[in-house]
């Protein structure tokens, strides 16, 4: 049992004061902006509008200052931020197929209608520290570089028409919001895609990694990913018409994983799905393993007895908010509490000695 | 006739929520015009829970939330809304003053000179996107291995 307690405020005061001072750091040296944050340190801002599951850059970036860069702690400040605003209204679902996209690949097909597009990556860079080389001028060829025939259908709808694999069946059910109402367990599969978009990169990489080292297995392809800019659309019910109020970037992954059949089906490729606001490509592909091995039980595959089977285990321990506030309560004053266990252990002892 | 009507307003709102703040708070001021107007609604932050689908064509699921600023006003007997992206109450009242001057006979004059140019502007960033990204259009080659050379021998 925690019990409050009171006192401390000129210790608090200047321990706050300090830290104000902390970050801001040397003071010869100029002092950092949000607008430079927020286009400088894009994939910072990015994961905290993921885990922190609102999208404003602006505001991501003053968390970002404001936490003296750490992620967590800034995510937190937006998380708090999140619940003093009201909900207007819920958007049409997005379509990511007309996502106007900055990077689209796929690993399972090599020619795709569209092509391979790589974007602004870090694959295939020498992972070299280089000294910030400054921006280079693009070298766009408008003879090759064609961009007016950049229709991009999705790679999986393209094994769908094939019936290879699994369709993906809109079955019209009204999906719970996790941030309003807590999760039941066993929950569906829109509440564990909703809880691992805002959950931590770091605990869906670990998790996913493990699915790939034999914690299960689902053998999973990258069939396509893409990031870009997605329209989000609102109906204003006094206006009668549905709106585009607002454009976010967005990272997609879909799965190709290997489903051997049943008595009852043929032999099938199944899918995992990420989805992740922002530019958070580690994250996407984690997602999709782990929202994939999740899925066992309605494909019909053996409990192996792993984690990421486990939908209690994995979905009440991704969230970072969560689980910093449990585990770092405990540096906070547990006298009151540590006192009775004092007492207990000395009440045992003095028995165990008198026997 | 409405559903015209609708559909244009559909559009322009479309463009006004996306618009990037400090051209369309120049392209107005430009305008100059004097403005008398009265709050239906002050400008208010919101969120909007924005929605995606089950590998992309499913179910939906809540997916995670944006910031939009939202508000109303009356303006020669137009009634102007507001809805924009982000965290501005002076954009949305701009965009709402808009709203209410394309229902009037100011409709031209606002057309051209605020929303096809905020349209143009939206449209050159894309094409910009677009170029770019045909710019890194790889074709990765398959390379042989002793096995697909061993295959190419036999035949």
Same mark, same amino acid.
Request: aromatic share 22%.
């Given at each position: 049992m925690y019990v409050a307690v009171k006192g401390g405020e000129k210790a608090i005061k200047n321990a706050h004061d300090w830290l104000a001072q902390i970050r801001r750091g040397n003071t010869k040296i100029s002092e950092i902006k949000i607008s430079q944050l927020s286009e400088q340190l894009t994939l910072s801002v990015d994961r905290i509008i993921s885990e922190g599951s609102l999208f404003d850059r602006e505001l991501a970036a003053l968390a970002l200052k404001q936490s003296r860069g750490d992620l967590i702690e800034a995510i937190f400040l937006i998380r708090a931020f999140r619940t003093t605003l009201p909900r207007l209204a819920t958007s049409k679902p997005i379509n990511t197929t007309k996502m106007i996209c900055k990077r689209r690949i796929s690993a399972t097909f090599k020619d795709i209608p569209g092509g391979q597009n790589l974007g602004p990556t870090f694959d295939y860079t020498h992972r070299l520290l280089d000294g910030l080389k400054g921006p280079k001028n693009l070298v766009i060829d408008t003879e090759t570089d064609r961009a007016e025939d950049l229709d991009m259908p999705k790679i999986l709808d393209l094994l769908n028409k094939e019936g290879l694999i699994e369709d993906q069946i809109d079955t019209l059910e009204e999906p719970i919001d996790i941030t309003r109402s807590s999760i039941q367990y066993p929950t569906t599969r829109a509440a564990r895609l909703q809880a691992l978009s805002r959950a931590d990169e770091g605990f869906l990489l670990g998790l996913a990694y493990s699915t790939q080292r034999g914690? #299960? #297995?689902?053998?999973?392809?990258? #069939?396509e990913l893409r990031i870009g800019l997605v329209a989000v659309n609102v109906e204003i019910p006094e206006l009668e018409i549905t709106i585009t109020v607002a454009e976010i970037e967005v990272t997609e992954c879909e799965t190709i994983n290997q489903f051997t059949g049943s008595k009852k089906e043929l032999a099938k490729f199944t899918r995992g799905y990420g989805l992740v606001m922002g530019q958070c490509e580690r994250k996407a592909i984690s997602m999709a393993l782990v929202d994939r091995a999740l899925r066992w039980k309605e494909l019909g595959e053996s409990y192996q007895n792993v984690p990421t089977q486990n939908e209690e285990f994995v979905i009440s321990h991704c969230d970072n908010i969560q689980s910093t506030g449990f585990v770092e309560h405990i540096k906070l004053p547990h006298y009151v509490d540590f006192q009775s266990e004092l007492e207990l252990v000395r009440k045992i002892r003095s028995q165990q000695m008198k026997d | 006739m409405k559903s015209e009507f609708l559909k244009k307003r559909k559009k322009w709102l479309s463009i006004l929520s996306q618009s990037d703040y400090g051209q369309l708070s120049s392209l107005y001021s430009d305008l100059k015009f004097a403005d008398k107007y009265e709050w239906i609604k002050k400008p208010e932050h919101a969120s909007v829970m924005v929605r995606g689908r089950i590998g992309g064509i499913g179910s939906q699921f809540n997916f995670g939330e944006i910031t939009i600023t939202k508000c109303v006003l009356l303006l020669n007997e137009c009634m102007g809304y507001g809805y924009v992206q982000g965290r501005s109450f002076d954009k949305a009242k701009i965009a709402a003053l808009c709203d209410a001057h394309l229902q009037s006979f100011h409709y031209n004059l606002v057309m051209e000179n605020i929303i096809q140019k905020l349209e143009k502007k939206k449209n050159v960033e894309i094409d910009l996107i677009k170029n770019q990204m045909a710019s890194t259009r790889v074709d990765f080659f398959a390379l042989d291995t002793q096995r697909t050379k061993n295959q190419k021998a036999d035949k």
């Open positions: 914690y #299960g #297995g689902t053998h999973a392809f990258i #069939g | -």
